[in-house]
Nanobody
Framework: QVQLVESGGGLVQAGGSLRLSCAAS????????MGWYRQAPGKQRELVAS??????????AYADTVKGRFTISRDNAKNTVYLQMNSLEPEDTAVYYC??????????????WGQGTQVTVSS
């Protein structure tokens, strides 16, 4: 099985920064894409940022609410994705989830989620 382990959440004041990490492990052949989602109390889960494998370089996408403040990056050798969050706002408070999908060993696919990490931004 492919598993994701997240870390880096915490409590920060508005304007501060956090860096989330998500490491994938298991029977991985290739990862097509990894992304970060978040879910705030009383709201649906939303996509924050994603990174998709390309022929030469990876393709990145961001939600409008975090453009210019968040940066997604990936270390392919470690099968790890990061989310650098700067200029955090109280509206960013949520549980952040990592997602990854791709091809596993023995001709199978995977689509898995991390356990979630809490990010709380105080005013």
């Amino acid at each position: 099985q492919v598993q994701l382990v997240e870390s880096g959440g915490g409590l920060v004041q508005a304007g501060g920064s956090l860096r989330l990490s998500c490491a994938a492990s298991g029977t991985i052949f290739s990862i097509n894409a990894m992304g970060w989602y978040r879910q705030a109390p009383g709201k649906q889960r939303e996509l924050v940022a994603s990174i998709t494998s390309g022929v030469v370089v990876d393709s990145r996408a961001y939600a409008d609410t975090v453009k210019g403040r968040f940066t997604i990056s990936r270390d392919n050798a470690k099968n790890t994705v990061y989310l650098q969050m700067n200029s955090l706002e109280p509206e960013d408070t949520a549980v952040y989830y990592c997602n990854a999908y791709g091809l596993a060993m023995v001709r199978s696919s995977f689509n898995v989620w991390g356990q979630g990490t809490q990010v709380t931004v105080s005013s």
